[in-house]
């Protein structure tokens, strides 16, 4: 395998490290909605869940989504697309499918991201529009994803 500026393995432990880090502030950040949803506003309860949110959102989840992105492109510009001095329809086209139905898995999961860290500022402003049950159910969603994704990074199939 030809060497780059970050060997494979150490790449792809890394990238592991900073998905699990994101993967896990995916599954509390909706719980910690369902905590403010329950709570009494204005109470001791919503602000210290208020602080914890955005604490998550700010020093775990941005930088690990980050670093997975990072990480997870270089492998693929490095070791899983390889020679891009071919043209770029050729360069694609050796592309293995797992890899696109893992990549449209996490930009779903980015998506997601995004989704949450906006109805996080919304709740900070005090407006309440999902129920308790919905972040309950909503915090499953990533487990669920990331099992797939996974699954196909480690499959390959
Ligand atoms: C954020 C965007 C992501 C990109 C661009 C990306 C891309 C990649 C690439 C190119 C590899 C190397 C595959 C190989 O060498 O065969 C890899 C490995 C891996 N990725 Fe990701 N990935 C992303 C997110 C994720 C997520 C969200 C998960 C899990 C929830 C994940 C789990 C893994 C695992 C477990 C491996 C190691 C597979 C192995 O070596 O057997 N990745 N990823």
Do not use: N
């Amino acid at each position: 395998m030809p060497e780059h500026v970050i060997g494979y393995d150490l790449a792809r432990g890394l990238h592991i490290i900073a998905v699990i880090a994101w993967i896990s502030g995916l599954l509390m950040l909706p719980r910690f909605y369902a905590y403010i949803t329950a709570s009494q506003p204005g109470g001791e309860l919503e602000a210290a869940m208020l602080k914890a949110a955005r604490s998550l959102r700010m020093i775990i989840l941005t930088p690990a989504l980050i670093v997975a992105w990072a990480f997870g492109l270089f492998l693929f510009a490095t070791y899983i697309a390889g020679d891009w001095s071919r043209p770029l329809p050729e360069v694609f086209a050796t592309v293995p499918h797992w890899f696109w139905a893992k990549l449209l898995l996490v930009l779903g999961l980015s998506g997601y991201h995004g989704y949450l860290s906006a109805e996080g500022r919304r709740i900070a402003k005090g407006e309440r529009r999902r129920s308790e049950r919905f972040w309950r159910l909503m915090s499953e969603v990533p487990f669920l994803v990331a099992i797939a994704a996974v699954l196909l990074a480690t499959l390959e199939p």
